[in-house]
């Protein structure tokens, strides 16, 4: 679980760790590999090694681990969804929608259930199912009404299917809760990973009013 928490600071940014991301990553990878060694039948201690390998761009290594870890407990919820995570870090796109819906499945009372569909939604727009894609990220504001990122989804959706009023409706649902964000936060969180579509993601954004 530290491991796990190390990389989810990574990722949300909202870290109060005193080192750098660096020196986190490195930690994280060091404790997973502990957890594996200490018990290398438990399934979440390969999800954070594979996670961690993800993240360090071992892209094989981080997708054998999280399978590894579907294998050892098929019913942990989590490890599809982190399965789904690093394969869409790896562009296994279609794959990924297949392991968020298992977690969904899984577990219908998952706190972390808002993030089965967020992540499920940019998956599918990232392979031009977008009427899908809106069901899944609204779904996911429903669960968590703080979240922006569901609107983000929303809005390049919108663009797509050129319903702009609705695009523009979501951009107004990003600003009302993160009034900083802008194109230029959007495309720094894209080039963590080699995500398909992503560019396009931005300009549907821009279109439906995001500043720049």
Request: hydrophobic content about 40%.
């Amino acid at each position: 679980m530290l491991a796990m928490m190390g990389i989810y600071a990574i990722n949300s940014g909202q870290s109060t760790f005193s080192e750098t991301n660096v020196d986190i990553l490195f930690e994280a990878r060091r404790l997973a590999e502990r957890a594996v060694q200490s018990d290398d039948n438990n399934a979440l201690a390969h999800v954070s090694l594979g996670r961690v390998n993800d993240l360090l761009g071992n892209t094989d290594v981080a997708i054998a681990e999280c399978k590894n870890a579907v294998e050892l407990n098929p019913n942990l919820a989590i490890a599809h969804h982190e399965l789904g995570m690093v394969q869409s870090h790896s562009d296994e796109l279609e794959e990924a929608a297949c392991s968020f819906n298992e977690a969904i499945r899984l577990s219908p009372n998952d706190p972390s259930r808002w993030n089965f569909f967020l992540i499920r939604g940019r998956v599918l727009f990232q392979i031009g199912q977008y009427e899908e894609a809106i069901l899944s990220s609204k779904e996911a504001s429903r669960l968590r009404t703080t979240a922006y990122f569901p609107f983000v989804f929303l809005a390049a959706c919108y663009v797509e299917l050129r319903q702009m009023e609705e695009a523009a409706k979501a951009v107004t649902q990003v600003l009302a809760r993160q009034p900083n964000f802008t194109c230029t936060t959007l495309r720094g969180m894209g080039e963590k990973f080699n995500m398909r579509r992503f560019d396009t993601m931005i300009e549907n954004c821009r279109k439906a009013g995001l500043p720049e």
